[in-house]
């Protein structure tokens, strides 16, 4: 006897909501290391190394995976140069299927004190080209990111100086407890949300 069997292939469900696409916006190129300018690669660097992942190079950039609270995180350094940054970040979300809300920008804020942070979900690119490149790319402003204070120590006339500027000795004492906590928020807002994040992150 002989029986007829049929099947349907499954559909593979990827599930995106847990992946998070984190970039940090800076220049490549040794005459950019330090700069003020260059802050979210200074927090990428730390995370990666401290997760002891690798960075791949990859379109449009560097990337580095790292895994936290169940939680993928996709660390992109752009190589597009901080004016077309939003060549990568779109990219990237397209590939991997992310939405705006699982992105956050690291980003160099000199309207902000030194060392304070501010996430938010939306806003304005407050004059950022790097921002301003991202809206572009995405259609509007209406993606979440994690602006960090470099304060306005600077004369009139002086502030691309200041901001492709590098550390100064005080400022670098300081430094590595900015970064840290970035870090922190970041890997909040991938485990607890935005508002949870705002709430904890933004008081100081």
């Known amino acids: 006897m002989s029986g007829f069997f ?16 984190v970039v940090g916006l800076g220049n490549i190129g040794e005459k950019y290391d330090n700069t003020r300018h260059n802050i979210g690669f200074e927090v990428l660097d730390f995370m990666a190394e401290e997760a002891n992942t690798s960075w791949k190079n990859v379109s449009h950039g560097s990337m580095a995976t790292l895994k936290h609270k169940g939680r993928t995180l996709l660390l992109l350094k752009p190589n597009t140069y901080m ?16 939405k705006n809300e699982n992105l956050l920008i690291i980003v160099d804020d000199l309207n902000i004190d030194l060392g304070k942070l501010r996430l938010r979900g939306k806003g304005s690119d407050g004059g ?4 301003k490149s991202i809206a572009q ?39 590595p407890e900015i970064i840290k906590r970035c870090s922190e928020a970041t890997k ?10 705002m709430d904890q992150f933004n008081k100081s």
């Open 83 to 98: 004016n077309l940054s939003g060549k990568a970040v779109r990219h990237w979300l397209v590939k991997e299927k992310i």
């Open 128 to 131: 950022h080209n790097g921002l």
């Open 137 to 175: 790319e995405l259609g509007g402003q209406n993606y979440p990111r994690l602006r960090v204070g470099i304060g306005d120590n600077f004369s009139k006339g002086k502030q691309v100086n200041f901001v492709l500027g590098e550390w100064t000795k005080k400022e670098k004492e300081v430094l």
């Open 188 to 197: 909040s807002f991938a485990s607890i949300g935005l508002k949870y994040t």
């Open 6 to 21: 049929s099947w349907r292939r499954k559909k593979t469900i990827i599930d995106t909501s847990m992946k998070y696409l």
